[in-house]
């Protein structure tokens, strides 16, 4: 039997030979296996963007194993975890990380903690799991060499920790979101769902009033970056159907001073909200 795919998503970055080491791993253990590197980018430590992007990537990932790894905890008492879903299983550290893209594709059946040292790489440190525990736990997993209870002990109450992310909430008359995530782009994601704004009688094509702290830009709703002049900025619908501020041809995060966790109000904008779609009004 073909060994599973392993979607593999890390902070560890590309500049040192990590990555690598995980790949040479698996390697060594399935010389088969099909490794996706899904990102090893995000920021150091970010257990909540990289858990948002996995939540935004799952449903369009092979079924098999997913390995994450971002785990600012490493070599504290949080724990290794394996998840059996009906999807298929998912490794990494218990800290929130797993649990949006867990719940995404059922939730879990079984979990149990890493701990059989028969499974584990020995080695004189405590700070590379991902090496270590990780990336021998979703190996064997793939191969089918173990079943998930030949990791470790079950966790009895079947629970682990969730990641908590906030939800948007009317406020006045408009509502109060959050900065999800920032792309590579400068494309800035926010909680608002597209329906939050037709609540508010806002639609695409109209002018969306968005302030960041005490300054308000006024925005075109438009469809795609194309239907806006260059260098204008814009609110749409994501990839992940959410709605996002951007700019066309420039990072719309430096031009807002937008980073994640910073809280953004979309409401209707005073004096009316209709405006042609390629920017006959300024954006700010």
């Keep these: 039997m073909a060994a599973a795919p392993i979607s593999f998503l890390s902070d560890f970055g590309r500049a040192d030979e990590f990555v690598g080491v995980v790949h040479g791993v698996i390697a060594r253990i399935v010389p088969g296996a099909r490794v996706i590197d899904v990102g090893h980018d995000f920021a150091r430590g970010d257990v909540r963007g990289a858990a948002l992007a996995l939540l935004r990537s799952i449903q369009y990932l092979p079924?098999?194993?997913?390995?994450?790894v971002?785990?600012?905890g490493v070599g504290t008492t949080r724990r290794p975890i394996a998840v059996r879903t009906p999807w298929g299983h998912f490794?990494?550290?218990?800290?929130?990380?797993?649990?949006?893209?867990v719940a995404m594709v059922g939730g879990a059946d079984r979990i149990v903690a890493i701990d059989n040292a028969e499974l584990r790489i020995p080695s004189a440190g405590a700070t590379f799991d991902g090496r270590d525990v990780f990336a021998p736990a979703a190996a064997v997993l793939s191969s089918g060499e173990a079943a998930i209870d030949d990791l470790g002990t079950p966790i009895g109450d079947g629970s682990f920790v969730p990641l908590m992310v906030p939800l948007a909430e009317p406020?006045?008359?408009?509502?109060?979101?959050e900065v999800l995530w920032v792309d590579h782009f400068g494309n800035?994601?926010?909680?608002?769902?597209?329906d939050d704004l037709v609540t508010l009688g806002l639609g695409p094509g109209d002018d969306v009033a968005v302030a960041v702290g005490a300054t308000e830009h006024r925005l075109v709703w438009a469809a795609a970056y194309g239907d806006v002049d260059p260098g204008r900025l814009l609110v749409h619908v994501d990839s992940s159907?959410?709605?996002a501020v951007a700019a066309r041809g420039d990072r719309a995060d430096e031009r807002l001073a937008l980073s994640p966790h910073v809280a953004v109000t979309f409401r209707r904008p005073r004096g009316g909200n209709r405006l042609t779609v390629q920017g006959v009004k300024p954006d700010v």
């Design 63 to 68: 079924e098999g194993v997913v390995l994450a």
């Design 70 to 72: 971002v785990d600012p």
């Design 91 to 101: 490794v990494g550290p218990d800290n929130g990380l797993l649990a949006p893209a």
């Design 171 to 177: 406020v006045g008359d408009g509502v109060l979101g």
């Design 188 to 194: 800035v994601s926010t909680n608002v769902a597209p």
């Design 241 to 243: 159907g959410q709605m």
